[in-house]
């Protein structure tokens, strides 16, 4: 394999590599804008701009890949390149380009809404000069809206024509082009197609400066303002990571995190303005039990004493519904809570989106389809018409969460069940069903484990906290369980994870820090 | 977009035969754009939002892509033009060497801004991007003849002899 | 004694203790008029003409505040000792003399409420009540500030008397009488037959032991804001504060009243014999009386405003090293000088 | 070479220490004769000095758009962490994108150190010479937006800005760093 030395380090990459991914992936910072992972190079930017031994001009290190020499042609005897990063020459270089960069660049970061994570403002600041020489009017364009969600600054803009390439190599739609030539080159898209695929919300994120910006975010905060809570998305089976950009337990934008074995670097617009769904729900605080008028506010004590009193009337006859939408713990919880005779509501769907790229967006809306199977083993799936031929007394229902609807069938059959206990965080239609409803935790506020539909285990982690006197969805179970058997309760969420790994082979190493940011496959089933 | 607002119509070439004989000259399609747009814009005048869309179906690519070449290449035109398309070069050479009094003259001559045909459909002035020939700057191309170390009064000239 | 006998009394009395209650009034507002002129400020200035009526405001305020009786404290002392720091103080001026003697109705009247001829052991005895009320205060308010405040008192006051007691004891040896209204008929005279020529370290000695006496600076270690909150009356609110404002108060006026008779020739005006001058030479030796203790007064708040607080240990050691010492001494100069003087 | 102090040896009259009270009280008989330095305040006005800091205002153009573009900047800089300010997309067609929907300051909290104006890109922000803004309730003092910006038409015939003194600090700050 090569040995390429980069300042004064000597690393050994594959045959191949270049230059900039040798050192990013060794930590040695090379400005870059037009370089991403994910896209094809293009070394339009000259940012990366290094020093290469024996190469007459300075090199763009993104397009400037290692490869094998034969040893009488090694430089030293030893190093196929030999590269400088901080070379005088080099360092000059990155202050002209950015001089380059700059020249028409409004300098209007108190009004960008990139100011503090941009690329241009950042390299700026380390690498350029503190002025311009350019003394003539900059070039201004008015704002445009590419698409319904994404508006471009031109004025910002420096052509790395990163978006382009994600339109034409990820999402495969290919709206975005590079309008015209040299001074009057801006980036376009033609007016009877504009940038709505399911993917547009990503080129906002992958642009190194404020020009492509998502209007769902537009001037809503600054970024240093807000804290980040790398999380899952819970609003399909893939379970995209994401981080969670919040203040004061408001959610304000969702980003996606990477994870090569699930999303690579980008999500889908349903997952990333899907929290607004949580945003004005009628939120379920406090316990409450169905009488003649209508649902009255209770305490916890009495809530879970009356539940613990209808279960120990229902005798044999209790049931427990899981959700795909709430974490394994929560699932294996019911599961213990009703002797495992548990079944589900009617899958929610939608269509299922392949992208050129691989990237999927699933049909499954719920985002633990497969980890609630994996810890409710006889889960019913018609549970419905199952349940005409059982006598069931006590049903103890996981709620799906405000996107779920019922239908005829099973309002019917909930009717029939003399006691319904529902777990919800809103008023939705199951709420309604119950004689008595206990408040549970709102997506976001989840902690707990989660399995994708490709068998991977991720860390969900609460990104603001739970509202009023709602109580973890895995506790709630676990306390009338406890009390309905007289025994100790477990004290927190690592303790049912480990509950849960004596019960299924599949979870027993799993801890929080094993699953870490990116999760874990599940011991022989997952596909990798 | 420069077409905006121009009305939809449907476009085909008028040889079929002519751009079969173009593909085959080429290992794929895609290649073919340049000349299928030179074809299309000998027949139409200029490249239509039509023209595209025919064009892109022909050499399965989406309409961006071809939108990018056309707005690429300055002998492309995407509007209806006059008779004579004076082409200014703008870039750095010719603008030291006065290429923005010919614009100027242009203009107060014919009373057309850059981008405007007048209204006898004689002339359309443009200003065009480096031209190629920074060393006999300024130029201006006529249609697709190059005028090069134009003068005030050589570019008159040219103008009165332009019909 | 007769009817008119007892009105006579009975006036004077009066006269005696709302001239003191208005002088104390009148002492705070001066307090912090003369306070804030030293420090190049105005003081109250907007209440009535020049502010005068701000220690009326001062008093409606007392005794509108709220009346807090912490839970811990013994209430039945807790309730008893301002007043007992308090009667004392008033019931000094009882044999003060603030004048000289007139005639109404056709009987002599000496202007003094009560001719006792154990005047001076009357005061002396009094004083030494009021510590009591110190002490009980810091004791029954249940705080570690009011119990510091009540001990440090206890031990200055006893540590002081000897030395004021002894400074006396050498003006009675010149006046040969415990009657105050003999020692200040002692002093009249001449310009220098006043105590405080004859008698000057006595004066001295005399004069910082009533600082001490009545806590004021530089010896106010009971109350020490700065260390001790208020010292004994830091749990103290509303009109029992009052009352302890009002002792304090009371107990300088008394003092500083008490400096005037034994030094300053009382009622005296300098080369003038006012007993012969009838109503015109009462008039004028009450004035003269009142001017010179309105000096002490403004003595008392000069010095406050003037000299920082002693430590504990220095005043322990001014009052038993050398206000003792000299005391002794004085006496033993005073004694040995009449004995040879009337030996001969 | 050495310095040899002699301790001072007191006299006789010095550790007396009667003549060192009585110049004591002295000293304050002469304060006690001398001109008084208060201001009668409400019938008397205090002049702050120049570049004194006293209560916020926000700027307005002479078009009578606010300059404020919400940047935050003032409140990153804000070392008591008073200002508050919610942007959002300015009402006004031309010019500047951004506009502080809210801005509120904590007048408890602030400590009148001038670090936002310093901040300000804008010039938006600016400490007047107002002082007597004292109230009677806790909520009185958040002062919000059209509070500040009726400071402005209070104050706007005064650039402070251009005070002889406010300038200098926030120029030397700067000419160092950069």
Redesign the interface.
């Known amino acids: 394999m090569p040995i390429v030395k980069i300042d004064d380090t000597d690393f050994t990459v594959e045959k191949g590599t270049s230059v900039l991914q040798a050192a990013l992936a060794n930590d040695i910072e090379i400005p870059h804008y037009c370089y991403h992972p994910a896209l094809e190079i293009v070394g339009s930017c000259r940012m990366c701009l290094v020093k290469v031994e024996g190469m007459p001009k300075l090199q763009v290190s993104c397009n400037t890949f290692v490869g094998d020499v034969p040893s009488d042609k090694k430089i030293d005897g030893k190093y196929d390149m030999v590269v400088s990063t901080q070379d005088e020459l080099v360092q000059q270089e990155q202050k002209n380009m950015l001089e380059f960069l700059l020249l028409n660049h409004p300098l209007d970061c108190p009004v960008c809404d990139q100011a503090g994570e941009c690329d241009l403002q950042d390299y700026a600041f380390k690498y350029g000069n503190a002025h311009s020489r350019f003394e003539e009017d900059k070039r201004v364009r008015p704002n445009e809206y590419l698409g319904s969600q994404i508006v471009i600054n031109h004025n910002r803009c420096i052509l790395c024509s990163r978006c382009v390439r994600f339109?034409?190599e990820i999402s495969g739609?290919?709206?975005?082009?590079?309008?015209?030539?040299?001074?009057?080159s801006k980036i376009?898209?033609?007016?009877?197609?504009p940038l709505d695929n399911l993917l547009a919300g990503n080129v906002a994120d992958i642009c190194p400066v404020g020009a492509l910006l998502s209007t769902d975010y537009i001037h809503k905060n600054r970024i240093w303002n807000l804290d980040k809570q790398p999380s899952i998305c819970q609003d399909c089976s893939v379970g995209c990571n994401v981080d969670v950009f919040h203040q004061k337990d408001q959610i304000l934008r969702l980003t996606p995190r990477e994870n090569h074995s699930v999303n690579k670097f980008f999500m889908c617009d349903k997952g990333r303005y899907g929290f607004h769904r949580f945003e004005e729900i009628e939120r379920l605080t406090v316990p409450m039990i169905m009488s003649e008028g209508g649902f009255i506010e209770t305490t916890w004590d009495e809530a879970i004493e009356k539940t613990v009193d209808e279960l120990n009337g229902a005798g044999k006859g209790i049931a427990g519904i899981a959700s795909p939408f709430h974490t394994n713990e929560a699932n294996f919880m019911l599961g213990r809570l009703v002797n495992g005779n548990v079944g589900t509501l009617p899958p929610i769907t939608s269509e299922e989106i392949n992208y050129p790229s691989g990237f999927r967006i699933s049909g499954d809306r719920s985002p633990n389809r497969h980890g609630m199977n994996d810890v409710c083993p006889s889960i019913v799936d018609d549970f419905a018409s199952a349940v005409e031929r059982k006598d069931i007394r006590f049903l103890y229902l996981l709620d799906d969460g405000i996107d779920r609807e019922l239908n005829e069938l099973w309002k019917g059959m909930l009717e029939k069940i003399d006691f319904v206990v529902v777990q919800s965080y809103a008023m939705t239609d199951v709420s309604k069903c119950a004689d008595i409803v206990l408040p549970g935790q709102a997506p976001f506020e989840r902690e707990g484990t989660i399995t994708n539909d490709m068998g991977r285990v991720q860390w969900l982690r609460p990104s603001v906290t739970t509202k009023g006197e709602s109580r973890p969805d895995w506790e709630i179970p676990m306390l009338i369980q406890s009390k309905h058997a007289g025994v100790e309760g477990l004290t927190d969420v690592s303790s049912v994870m480990n509950e849960m790994g004596k019960d299924f082979a599949a979870y027993s190493d799993i801890t929080f820090f094993r699953l870490g940011d990116q999760g874990l496959p599940l011991n022989g089933k997952a596909e990798e | 977009?420069s077409n905006?607002g121009a009305p939809k119509q449907s476009f085909s070439f008028a040889d079929p035969d002519k751009v079969q004989n173009i593909l085959s000259q080429y290992p794929d399609k895609q290649s073919a754009l340049l000349p299928l747009l030179h074809l299309a814009q000998s027949e139409e005048g200029y490249i239509s939002?039509a023209v595209i869309d025919t064009i892109s179906e022909i050499v399965d690519?989406?309409?961006?892509?071809v939108?990018?070449c056309v707005?690429?290449?300055?002998m492309l035109y995407t509007k209806p033009h006059g008779r004579h398309i004076i082409q200014v070069c703008?870039?750095l050479s010719c603008s030291l060497n006065g290429a923005d009094g010919l614009v100027d003259h242009v203009t107060a001559k014919c009373g057309i801004k850059p981008g405007e045909t007048t209204d006898d459909n004689r002339f359309t002035l443009m200003k065009v991007?480096?031209l190629g020939s920074c060393g006999t700057a300024p130029v201006v191309q006529v249609n697709n003849d190059y005028h090069e170390s134009l003068t005030l009064e050589e570019f008159e000239k040219l103008l009165e002899s332009l019909k | 004694m007769d009817f008119l006998g007892f009105v006579i009394i009975c006036v004077k009395v009066l006269v005696v203790f709302s001239a003191t209650m208005l002088t104390v009034l009148m002492m705070v507002y001066a307090e912090r008029r003369v306070s804030a002129f030293m420090q190049g400020r105005l003081g109250p200035n907007r209440v009535g003409p020049q502010g005068l009526l701000q220690p009326i405001a001062d008093g409606i305020k007392f005794l509108m505040k709220e009346d807090i009786i912490p839970a811990e404290v013994n209430k039945p002392i807790y309730l008893l000792a301002p007043a007992m720091l308090l009667i004392p103080a008033l019931m000094t001026f009882a044999v003060i003399p603030f004048g000289s003697t007139i005639t109404l109705f056709g009987r002599e009247v000496p202007l003094q409420v009560a001719d006792l001829n154990v005047g001076i052991l009357y005061i002396l005895a009094l004083t030494s009540i009021g510590v009591y009320g110190l002490v009980l205060a810091g004791w029954a308010s249940n705080s570690k500030y009011s119990l510091i405040g009540g001990l440090r008192s206890s031990a200055q006051l006893i540590s002081y008397e000897l030395a004021m007691g002894l400074s006396v004891v050498s003006v009675i040896l010149l006046a040969g009488s415990l009657k105050l209204n003999v020692i200040v008929e002692d002093q009249q005279g001449y310009l220098l037959s006043w105590n405080v020529f004859k008698q000057p370290v006595a004066f001295l000695i005399f004069l910082v032991a009533v600082y001490a006496e009545t806590n004021r600076l530089p010896f106010d270690l009971t109350e020490a804001e700065q260390e001790l909150v208020g010292g004994y009356h830091t749990e103290y609110s509303s009109m029992k504060f009052a009352m302890f404002f009002t002792a304090e108060y009371a107990n300088m006026v008394t003092a500083a009243a008490l400096t005037v008779t034994l030094f300053f020739g009382g009622w005296d005006v300098p080369l003038l014999n006012e007993t012969s001058m009838g109503a015109l030479g009462a008039i004028l030796s009450v004035l003269s009386f009142i001017l010179k203790t309105a000096f002490f007064l403004f003595l008392f708040i000069w010095v406050r405003w003037t000299f920082p607080r002693f430590r504990y240990d220095q005043l322990m050691k001014l009052g038993w090293k050398v206000m003792l010492p000299l005391a002794l001494i004085n006496i033993f100069v005073t004694g040995g000088y009449l004995t040879l003087t009337s030996l001969r | 070479m050495a310095t040899i102090v002699k301790s001072y040896e007191p006299t006789f009259w010095d550790r007396l220490y009667l003549p060192a009270l009585a110049k004591g009280l002295a000293v304050t008989l002469k304060h006690f004769f001398r001109k008084k330095i208060t201001i009668q305040y409400p019938d008397e006005k205090y002049v702050p000095p120049d570049g004194y800091r006293g209560l916020h205002r926000l700027n307005k153009y002479p078009d009578g758009k606010i300059r404020c573009v919400a940047c935050e900047m003032c409140s990153a800089a804000c070392p008591a962490d008073c200002i508050h300010i919610i942007p959002g997309p300015s009402p006004w067609e031309d010019g500047k994108e951004r506009f502080p929907v809210r801005f509120d300051i904590d007048l408890l909290r602030c400590i009148f150190c001038g670090f936002c104006e310093m901040a300000c890109p804008e010039e938006a922000i600016e400490l007047t010479e107002i002082y007597d803004f004292s109230n009677y309730t806790r909520d009185d003092l958040l002062i919000d937006k059209e509070g500040l910006l009726g400071v402005y038409e209070l104050t706007k015939d005064t650039n402070y800005y251009s005070r002889p003194n406010a300038g200098q600090d926030s120029e030397a700050l700067t000419s160092d760093k950069f």
């Not at chain 2, 690519?61 to 892509?65: D, I, K, R, T, V």
Request: hydrophobic share 30%; charged share 25%.
């Open positions: 339109t034409r739609s290919s709206e975005l082009f590079v309008e015209a030539r040299g001074y009057n376009s898209v033609l007016e009877e197609k | 977009m905006n939002s690519c989406h309409q961006a892509l939108m990018d707005s690429f290449y300055t703008q870039t991007e480096c």
